[in-house]
């Protein structure tokens, strides 16, 4: 009887240790998977982000472009009515808008008719690909996410590579790439300047009169 109440104590003991060790089994997949979903979450917006900066530097430059048409179209004129007038006169501000007119009209038919968006588009790709830019670079993230980072992207190569597609870039680093010093000297001198301010500001402890008490006060 003491023999088979010891078997039944051993094996409770045996059943109790392996299923703790199946829950917390359990609890670091569900862990893992939360953290991988996290990233996956990051990963999209880091892409979002960066579609959006990079269509913003995209139609920043097409409007720069036709810019630098309504200027050049203005230097044409003004070189047109000089060797015209046979003397230095350059066009009066009043004939401005019957040459800013065609070119703002055109970039409107241009954006509703045209293939604008395409073109914008083909840039944001360019800006993404082929330039180094701060946003299209890999983010930071905390250290303690570098082992489900490197699970996750292991995964998605593999995947990618059974599908024939090249393997994902890394989008994520562990550590900063720059330290206080590095982004002090890469500070504008203005910035440097103001920002010295405030550090003396910050730096001197405000004085706060002792609490007296009532006795105090009155003497």
């Known amino acids: 009887a003491a023999s088979k109440s010891m078997g039944g104590l051993l094996s409770v003991r ?3 240790h392996k299923a703790g060790e199946y829950q917390a089994l359990a609890k670091k997949e ?3 998977a939360l953290v ?3 990233l996956i979450d990051l990963r999209a917006h880091k892409k979002q982000r960066d579609d959006m900066i990079a269509m913003k530097m995209a ?3 097409d409007q720069l472009h036709f810019s630098l048409g309504f200027y050049s179209l203005m230097v044409g004129a003004n070189i047109i009515r000089v060797l015209r007038y046979r003397r230095f006169e ?4 009043n004939h401005v808008p019957f040459v800013a007119g065609p070119v703002i009209f055109s970039y409107n038919v241009d954006a509703c008719y045209g293939n604008k968006m395409e ?3 083909i840039e944001k790709e360019t800006i993404l690909r082929t330039e180094n830019h701060w946003f299209n670079q890999p983010i930071t993230l905390p250290p303690s996410m570098a082992h ?3 699970s996750l992207m292991t995964e998605t190569n593999k995947r990618l590579q059974s599908m024939g597609l090249p393997p994902e870039r890394d989008w994520a680093v562990f550590n ?3 330290d206080d010093d590095d982004l002090w000297r890469s500070a504008s001198p203005l910035s440097r300047i103001l920002h010295g301010q405030l550090r003396r500001h910050d730096s001197v402890a405000p004085v706060y009169p002792m609490p007296t008490d009532g006795v105090d006060a009155m003497e």
């Not at 350059?90 to 501000?93: E, G, K, S």
């Open 119 to 121: 073109r914008l588009n």
């Open 148 to 150: 489900d980072y490197n």
């Open 36 to 38: 991988k979903s996290k």
């Open 30 to 32: 569900v862990t893992d």
């Open 90 to 93: 350059l066009l009066p501000i």
């Open 59 to 61: 139609v920043g430059r």
């Open 176 to 178: 900063d790439h720059f």
């Open 14 to 16: 045996d059943f109790s």
